[in-house]
T-cell receptor, first 114, second 111 residues
Framework: GAVVSQHPSRVICKSGTSVKIECRSL??????MFWYRQFPKQSLMLMAT?????????EQGVEKDKFLINHASLTLSTLTVTSAHPEDSSFYIC??????????FGQGTRLTVV | SQQGEEDPQALSIQEGENATMNCSYK?????LQWYRQNSGRGLVHLIL?????REKHSGRLRVTLDTSKKSSSLLITASRAADTASYFC???????????FGRGTSLIVHP
């Protein structure tokens, strides 16, 4: 089946630095990818919709200058957490839409900001 | 507000017992999916059921969908300790392909 690869799976960074998370669709072209965030013991919350070749659409309350999304190709979207702070520590998951079937999810990235 | 709401929020059973989780949603859907998430890990897709389907099986999993009641259930038969995880339902509506998740059911299976 279709596979979505998300990298890295875990990252620890210092407060004030930036972290880039990659989401790749391995065997299909995804014009649309989604980025979710999950706090402990809570559900996934949609952060933004990433569209290839255009600006991402952010959900209400998500700072677009804080969470930079780039969808430069049909198989890659990146989420950059800029000037990370401890409150940005969370689990981030991407999903990519295979237009012929459904959305597939990456394995997630555990971000810890110290 | 979230589209899907799972019930119960937490479920604790003994190995070998069946586990039933329910999901209710508010608006018309194209399909409903169930996912599993082990602690700190990514989502694993379990089953997708389309709005014109009423029941699907996959191994020990059985999913039902009642569009008149806007609800779905996930049944895990003969549960195992390895089934311990959180289970989420996610609905897709319109042409958006954006899954909307419920809060999940935390299942603990005691050996």
């Amino acid at each position: 089946g279709a596979v979505v690869s998300q990298h890295p799976s875990r990252v620890i960074c210092k407060s004030g630095t930036s972290v880039k998370i990659e989401c790749r669709s391995l065997d299909f072209q995804a014009t649309t990818m989604f980025w979710y965030r999950q706090f402990p013991k809570q559900s996934l919350m949609l952060m933004a919709t990433s569209n290839e070749g255009s600006k991402a659409t952010y959900e209400q309350g998500v700072e677009k200058d804080k969470f930079l999304i780039n969808h430069a190709s049909l198989t890659l979207s990146t989420l950059t957490v800029t000037s990370a702070h401890p409150e940005d520590s969370s689990f981030y998951i991407c999903s990519a839409v295979d237009p012929n079937t459904e959305a597939f999810f990456g394995q997630g990235t555990r971000l810890t900001v110290v | 507000s979230q589209q899907g709401e799972e019930d119960p929020q937490a479920l604790s059973i003994q190995e070998g017992e069946n586990a039933t989780m329910n999901c209710s949603y508010k608006t018309s859907i194209n399909n409903l999916q169930w996912y599993r998430q082990n602690s700190g890990r990514g989502l694993v897709h379990l089953i997708l059921i389309r709005s014109n389907e009423r029941e699907k099986h996959s191994g020990r999993l059985r999913v039902t969908l009642d569009t008149s009641k806007k609800s779905s259930s996930l049944l895990i038969t003969a549960s195992r300790a390895a089934d311990t995880a959180s289970y989420f339902c996610a609905t897709e509506s319109g042409g958006s392909y954006i899954p909307t998740f419920g809060r999940g059911t935390s299942l603990i299976v005691h050996p």
